[in-house]
């Protein structure tokens, strides 16, 4: 069993519907967790961060974290062509030279 | 903030040479940088960590004798490809964790093809 397992898609849905991505994991020492949006032959872009549970909201995009559960998500509201792209998940124990841990990424793609 | 340069972003080099990549962190000090091998249409494979003056930790499986990681100062690491062949031709990432959160930040990228 994989630290964190993420849906590797390919998600498509229209323009305009809210997207949900999701990850779980299995190591409860997971205290941060982080949302990379990675384009085409581009490095990940950090996209959201959230430290241990609770939800996070920033303009269109909203992560949530579920520790009880071991189950984070982000949403998209108001999807948009420009969102298309791979998504990871990632998380990491207490602040240190700590690793993170991915997920397998889930291509999403926006249909105009 | 936090906008780590990796340098350069392509690199089209002959079996048997050598690459060399850079990773900069430009507006933050990175006690330690991260440096990743994506294959396509698969996520970020970690190959080794490295601390600002100390020796890097590799991953399983990844030879510390071809892949040479320098993590001078506080804000560049590089990694060399030594004696590249056609099988190491891959998308090269570095990553640079701030000094003061737990957050990591990601370069551009570097994609390697050896002919």
């Known amino acids: 069993q994989k630290e964190v397992e993420q849906d590797p898609g390919p998600l498509s849905v229209p323009e305009g519907a809210i997207v949900s991505l999701n990850c779980t994991y299995s190591?409860?020492?997971?205290?941060?967790f982080m949302w990379y949006r990675q384009y085409s032959r581009k490095g990940p872009e950090l996209l959201m961060y959230?430290?241990?549970?609770g939800n996070k909201e920033d303009g269109r995009f909203t992560a949530q974290v579920d520790k009880s559960s071991k189950y984070i998500s982000l949403f998209i509201r108001d999807s948009q062509p420009s969102d298309s792209a791979t998504y990871l998940c990632?998380?990491?124990?207490?602040?240190?030279?700590?690793?993170?841990?991915f997920g397998q990424g889930t291509r999403l793609t926006i249909n105009p | 903030g936090a906008v780590v340069s990796q340098h350069p972003s392509w690199v089209i080099c002959k079996s048997g040479t050598s690459v060399k990549i850079e990773c900069r962190s430009l507006?933050?000090?990175?006690?330690?940088m991260f440096w990743y091998r994506q294959f396509p249409k698969q996520s970020l494979m970690l190959m080794a960590t490295?601390?600002?003056?100390?020796?890097?930790?590799?991953e399983q499986g990844v030879e510390k004798d071809k892949f040479l990681i320098n993590h001078a100062s506080l804000t560049l690491s590089t990694l060399t490809v030594t004696s590249a062949h056609p099988e190491d031709s891959s998308f090269y990432i570095c990553?640079?964790?701030?000094?003061?959160?737990?957050?990591?930040?990601f370069g551009q990228g570097t994609r390697l093809t050896v002919v």
């Open positions: 490295s601390n600002e003056g100390s020796k890097a930790t590799y």
């Open positions: 990632a998380m990491s124990e207490v602040q240190g030279a700590q690793k993170l841990v």
């Open positions: 959230t430290y241990s549970s």
């Open positions: 990553s640079a964790r701030d000094r003061g959160r737990s957050l990591a930040f």
């Open positions: 507006d933050f000090q990175a006690t330690t």
């Open positions: 190591n409860s020492a997971f205290q941060y």
